[in-house]
Nanobody, 121 residues
Framework: QVQLVESGGGLVQPGGSLRLSCAVS????????MGWYRQAPGKERDLVAT???????NYADSVKGRFTISRDNAKNTVYLQMNSLKPEDTATYYC???????????????WGQGTQVTVSS
């Protein structure tokens, strides 16, 4: 069974930094786009950033210039470096990956369990 295991959330003061990690475990053939999404209480889950296999990235306007997404294809891991954090960044952050389980299988979405990020003084 393919799983995404997230780590790195926590409590940080405004202006601080955190780094989230998400590792894909299980037997897979390849991974397409990987990304991070977030959901604040009472709100919908929104895109934060995505990164394609070749490294092309996409960011939400609200995090451009502050967050950086990267991936290590050898480790099947995606990272989210978050700098200059603001209280409005407080949310549960979810990792997502488009996973291909075999040469003959179509890709499908896998989600992590979520990690809490709280920005508060």
């Amino acid at each position: 069974q393919v799983q995404l295991v997230e780590s790195g959330g926590g409590l940080v003061q405004p202006g601080g930094s955190l780094r989230l990690s998400c590792a894909v475990s299980g037997t897979i053939f390849s991974i397409n786009v990987m990304g991070w999404y977030r959901q604040a209480p009472g709100k919908e889950r929104d895109l934060v950033a995505t990164i394609a296999t070749g490294g092309i990235t996409n960011y939400a306007d609200s995090v451009k210039g502050r967050f950086t997404i990267s991936r290590d294809n050898a480790k099947n891991t995606v990272y989210l470096q978050m700098n200059s954090l603001k209280p409005e960044d407080t949310a549960t952050y979810y990792c997502n990956a488009g996973v291909v389980r075999s040469r003959w299988s179509p890709p499908y979405d896998v989600w992590g369990q979520g990690t809490q990020v709280t920005v508060s003084s």
